[in-house]
T-cell receptor
C-alpha cells in the first residue's frame, strides 16, 4: 500500500514559470489537503477538498489553484511562480474532513 | 486569529524523559494532535487526544491536556536517538475542521 505519493520530490523553478505538483492517494479518502511548510512557521493550509468535485481555500491560497476531478488525485498548480513560493509542500488526506490526516513525503520547491 | 505555540528547540540526554509543550487558543477544539517529522520526511501521526480526556498513554508516549490553561504536552519516556525529530502540535478547529499547527519543536538528543 503506497498511501500518499507526491511528485516531483524536488524542483528548481524559474520565476514566472507554471508548475503543477502532483498528489495521489490510494486509501479512498474523501478529503485532501495541500500545505506549505516554512521554517519557523509550521504548516499553513493552502487549499483543501472535502470530496471529489469540491475544493476550498485555506489560510494562504493566493498564487495557487487546485482541482479534484476524482477521489485519488489532488494536483496543486502555481500559475506563475514567485520566489516567495519557495517552500516544502505537503499533501495530506483524511477519510473525511476533520478526521486524522495522513501526509505524503513532500515536494521541495525552489523558485529563483 | 487562532494560534498554537511551541518552543522551537528542546535538548535532552539519551535515556531521560522529554517533555514537549504546546499552548493553543481555541477552547472549543475537540481534537488535539501530535505529529512527528523526521529529517527529509513527511509528517506522521504520533497520537491524538480528545478534549474530554486529561491524559492518554501509549507505550513511551504520554499526552497531558489541561483544558483550563489550554496547554498540551507530550512526554517521551527513555528518549532514544531515534526520537530525534521535529514534533508538531495541532488543534482541530470545530468551526471548519481545519488544523491549526504549531511551528514545531526540534528535539535534540545528547549522548
Amino acid at each position: 500500500i503506497a498511501g500518499i505519493t507526491q511528485a516531483p520530490t524536488s524542483q528548481i523553478l524559474a520565476a514566472g514559470r507554471r508548475m503543477t505538483l502532483r498528489c495521489t492517494q490510494d486509501m479512498r479518502h474523501n478529503a485532501m489537503y495541500w500545505y506549505r511548510q516554512d521554517l519557523g512557521l509550521g504548516l499553513r493550509l493552502i487549499h483543501y477538498s472535502n470530496t471529489a468535485g469540491t475544493t476550498g481555500k485555506g489560510e494562504v491560497p493566493d498564487g495557487y489553484s487546485v482541482s479534484r476531478a476524482n477521489t485519488d488525485d489532488f494536483p496543486l498548480t502555481l500559475a506563475s511562480a514567485v520566489p516567495s513560493q519557495t517552500s516544502v509542500y505537503f499533501c495530506a488526506s483524511s477519510p473525511g474532513l476533520g478526521e486524522t490526516q495522513y501526509f505524503g513525503p513532500g515536494t521541495r520547491l525552489l523558485v529563483l | 486569529g487562532e494560534d498554537v505555540e511551541q518552543s522551537l528547540f528542546l535538548s535532552v540526554r539519551e535515556g531521560d524523559s522529554s517533555v514537549i509543550n504546546c499552548t493553543y487558543t481555541d477552547s472549543s477544539s475537540t481534537y488535539l494532535y501530535w505529529y512527528k517529522q523526521e529529517p527529509g520526511a513527511g509528517l506522521q501521526l504520533l497520537t491524538y487526544i480528545f478534549s474530554n480526556m486529561d491524559m492518554k498513554q501509549d507505550q513511551r508516549l504520554t499526552v497531558l491536556l489541561n483544558k483550563k490553561d489550554k496547554h498540551l504536552s507530550l512526554r517521551i519516556a527513555d528518549t532514544q536517538t531515534g526520537d530525534s525529530a521535529i514534533y508538531f502540535c495541532a488543534e482541530r478547529m470545530d468551526s471548519n475542521y481545519q488544523l491549526i499547527w504549531g511551528a514545531g519543536t526540534k528535539l535534540i538528543i545528547k549522548p
